[in-house]
């Protein structure tokens, strides 16, 4: 174990669709899976590294997924100013061999999901929910991944559909586009009860 620790990270930046988010990914498997941390409190929680991404008082929030880290920064920052400094901050941070994200993170996640799930699927609808559900997850999600961000069923309500964007979806200008002209056509076509998806803030 101790020859990966002390392996150089290598790191580079990818843009993403939304200006105020940059994808930063590196050679390793950071965490298997997706963990988003829009506030400080679940960062304190499970991630010291997101907590210590998010003390910099030029970072939003920070999403994790596999081997790469989608950073969303405040406003009044510009990524010329910050994005070597975080590139650094980062590298610096898991050559030290320093904690990702703590165990029993995705226990936590998929009972917090489940939870959210369980009123969703519940009724006449639950079956179509499910189905969107499965649409969004196999068609919706891989794409939106490769731009660093994630999309999350949360509900199907009288033929209106309610997802969250995450990672550099959030609040991206450009996602209200994807979701309105490709996600919003998909689900028509495949599911004729669909009449509109709704970006949800979260």
Same mark, same amino acid.
């Given at each position: 174990?101790?020859?990966?620790? =002390?392996?150089?990270?290598?790191? !580079? ?7 105020e988010a940059l994808k930063y990914v590196t050679n390793r498997l950071l965490y298997r899976g997706i963990a988003d941390f829009k506030d400080k409190e679940l960062a304190a ?9 998010? $003390? ?6 920070? !999403?994790? /997924? /596999? ?5 969303? =920064? ?14 650094? +901050?980062?590298?610096? !941070?898991? $050559? ?6 703590? $165990?029993? +993170?995705?226990?936590?996640?998929? =009972? ?8 969703? +699927? ?16 196999? !068609? ?47 689900? =028509? ?12 803030? $979260?």
């Amino acid at each position: 174990m101790e020859n990966t620790v =002390k392996s150089p990270v290598m790191l !580079y930046t990818e843009q993403t669709p939304n200006p105020e988010a940059l994808k930063y990914v590196t050679n390793r498997l950071l965490y298997r899976g997706i963990a988003d941390f829009k506030d400080k409190e679940l960062a304190a929680q499970w991630s010291p590294l997101a907590s210590a991404l998010m $003390e910099l008082p030029y970072v939003k929030s920070v !999403y994790f /997924n /596999n081997n790469y880290i989608t950073i969303t =920064k405040e406003m009044n920052y510009e990524w010329a100013d910050i994005m070597l400094r975080l590139k650094e +901050f980062i590298k610096d !941070y898991l $050559e030290k061999g320093g904690e990702v994200i703590k $165990e029993g +993170f995705s226990e936590y996640w998929e =009972k917090y999901l489940a939870e959210q799930n369980a009123a969703q +699927f519940a009724g006449e609808e639950g079956e179509i929910a499910r189905r969107i559900k499965e649409l969004i997850d196999t !068609y919706v999600k891989p794409a939106v991944e490769m731009d660093g961000g994630s999309i999350e069923f949360k509900a199907y309500e009288k033929g209106r559909v309610y997802v969250t964007m995450q990672g550099s979806c959030s609040g991206c200008p450009s996602s209200t586009i994807t979701l309105k002209a490709g996600i919003e056509g998909m689900l =028509k076509r495949m599911v004729p009860e669909v009449t509109e998806v709704i970006q949800e803030m $979260e």
